[in-house]
């Protein structure tokens, strides 16, 4: 069972940065798809950005303003954040996905979640 946990949070000011960190129990480069979503209160989980296929694609939203990488040795990905705004405001989640290659079973792993808070 792969685990996920965030970390990185905080409070920061608008124009501000922050860097998330994601650590996974297993190896991430086994991974089909690992991304980042957020939920901010009241609203639905949208997706910031995932990569698939060594392709990384970002919400309208925060293009220009995010960028995901990840270090493999340390099983590690991350979303810088930068040029924030309050409505980044939100719960910031790590997503995982892997798929068998012979069944095609498909299983999701999601973090228990960082809270970033943008504001003056």
């Known amino acids: 069972q792969v685990q996920l946990v965030e970390s990185g949070g905080g409070l920061v000011q608008p124009g501000g940065s922050l860097r998330l960190s994601c650590a996974a129990s297993?190896?991430?480069?086994?991974?089909?798809?690992m991304g980042w979503y957020r939920q901010a209160p009241g609203k639905e989980r949208e997706l910031v950005g995932i990569?698939?296929?060594?392709?990384?694609d970002y919400a309208n939203s925060v293009k220009g303003r995010v960028t995901i990488s990840r270090d493999n040795a340390k099983n590690t990905a991350y979303l810088q954040m930068n040029s924030l705004k309050p409505e980044d405001t939100a719960v910031y989640y790590c997503?995982?996905?892997?798929?068998?290659?012979?069944?095609?079973?498909?299983?999701?792993?999601w973090g228990q979640g960082t809270q970033v808070t943008v504001s003056s």
């Open positions: 997503h995982a996905i892997t798929i068998l290659p012979i069944s095609g079973r498909r299983n999701e792993y």
């Open positions: 297993g190896s991430i480069s086994s991974f089909n798809a």
């Open positions: 990569t698939r296929f060594g392709v990384t």
